[in-house]
């Protein structure tokens, strides 16, 4: 069975550096388009970042540009979200997502796998 299993969030302070993993099993991870979500209380799920199968492209939202870095490792089956500089609005429960084929790489509805989430909490 499809299984996505997100690990490394936890408390840091704001200015600070977190990296989440996403651990994927009964896929074929390197055919799939992998991105980043989160959701903090009362609001929407978010896009944050995106990568296709290759790894060769990358999309970030304009909130976390230049502060997060997402990247792959097929050989480990493993996405990665590097956050750097973070901020309390930052909060959130990050999700990891996969599909085979992204129309809108921002849209939540474009991945057919999702993870149970891991908390991120930045204070001030």
């Known amino acids: 069975q499809v299984q996505l299993v997100e690990s490394g969030g936890g408390l840091v302070q704001a200015g600070g550096s977190l990296r989440v993993s996403c651990l994927a099993s009964?896929?074929?991870?390197?055919?799939?388009?992998m991105a980043w979500f989160r959701q903090a209380p009362g609001k929407e799920r978010q896009f944050v970042a995106a990568?296709?199968?290759?790894?060769?492209?990358?999309h970030y939202s304009d909130s976390v540009k230049g502060r997060f870095t997402i990247s792959r490792d097929n050989a480990k089956n493993t996405v990665y979200l590097q956050m750097n500089s973070l901020k309390p609005e930052d909060t959130a429960v990050y999700y990891c997502?996969?599909?085979?084929?992204?129309?809108?790489?921002?849209?939540?509805?474009?991945?057919?796998?999702w993870g149970q989430g891991t908390q991120v909490t930045v204070s001030s």
């Open positions: 009964g896929l074929p991870f390197s055919l799939y388009d």
């Open positions: 997502a996969g599909s085979l084929g992204v129309a809108l790489f921002t849209n939540r509805l474009s991945y057919n796998y």
């Open positions: 990568i296709i199968r290759s790894g060769g492209n990358t």
